[in-house]
């Protein structure tokens, strides 16, 4: 009998283990900026001084990138009922992305003014590919969640 309750407690400690382990983190911007950095400085194959001549303007870019971002996010509390609020919105939205465009062409040639445009290019495919795997990742993290949630 005793060692039937043992058995029983540590069960429901080991569920509540696994249970808790399955978690989905919740997203860290410092950790993605990190994450996303040492990515594009290995897969760039940046030197110590390149990184260092790079990274502070590369943030600046990103940091001007986040502003618009944000403005796309309050783009989903439009009322879809209302066709003029929607057009609006569209128009915004559209004009947004080509500032982000013209954003990134801007600083893009100011990194070729710093590294070879071979490291440049390196740079911007790195920078796509750590985004691809990152969205994969929480796709598939977002699967096995709801998957477990649906039990």
């Known amino acids: 009998m005793k060692h039937r309750r043992y058995i029983i407690v540590l069960l429901v400690l080991l569920c509540s283990v696994v249970a808790m382990a399955q978690e989905p983190k919740k997203f860290d911007p410092v950790q993605f900026e990190a994450d996303l950095e040492q990515f594009v400085a290995t897969e760039a194959r940046l030197t110590l001084t390149e990184s260092a001549t790079f990274f502070p303007l590369y943030r600046e870019m990103r940091k001007k990138q986040m502003a618009y971002f944000g403005y796309h996010r309050r ?68 699967k096995k969640h709801r998957h477990h949630g649906a039990k």
């Open 75 to 142: 783009w989903h509390i439009v009322d879809e009922s209302d066709d003029k609020a929607c057009a609006e919105a569209i128009r915004r939205m559209d004009s947004n992305d080509l500032e982000i465009k013209r954003l990134q062409q801007l600083y893009h040639e100011k990194f070729l003014h710093i590294l070879p445009a071979s490291k440049v290019f390196r740079i911007i495919k790195a920078e796509e590919k750590f985004h691809r795997q990152q969205f994969k990742r929480a796709q598939f993290n977002g």
